[in-house]
């Protein structure tokens, strides 16, 4: 299962974490994992606008949502989040491709 992360400082709006996978196939997220600094809340998204998965995070903590299925992006959408505010976000995605 492949896994991709991403560590930011600034808040972020619609930051691709997995390019949309091409024609009839769809990106399966099976854990979401958030730490940031800085209370916020962050965003998953099928492409840029339709909302999979919200995680709401406290300031200077973590937490890892792990679930097989978690949430299941559109055919061919890139999966993306956005972050409601500034603050140093580290963002780690497990997910596989069907």
């Known amino acids: 299962m492949p896994n991709v992360?991403?560590?930011?400082?600034?808040?972020q709006t619609d930051t691709e974490l997995v390019a949309?996978?091409?024609a009839n196939k769809q990106i399966i997220v099976d854990?979401?994992?958030?730490?940031?600094d800085t209370?916020?809340?962050v965003s998953f998204e099928s492409g840029t606008s339709t909302l999979r998965w919200k995680q709401y995070a406290a300031a200077d903590g973590g937490h890892l949502s792990s679930y097989r299925n978690l949430f299941v992006c559109d055919a061919?959408?890139?999966?993306?989040y956005t972050s409601s505010?500034?603050?140093n976000i580290f963002v780690a995605v497990s997910y596989r491709i069907v």
């Open 20 to 22: 949309a996978p091409g």
């Open 85 to 87: 505010a500034a603050g």
């Open 76 to 80: 061919n959408d890139a999966l993306t």
């Open 5 to 11: 992360n991403d560590d930011q400082s600034t808040a």
């Open 39 to 41: 209370r916020q809340t």
């Open 31 to 36: 854990s979401v994992y958030v730490s940031t």
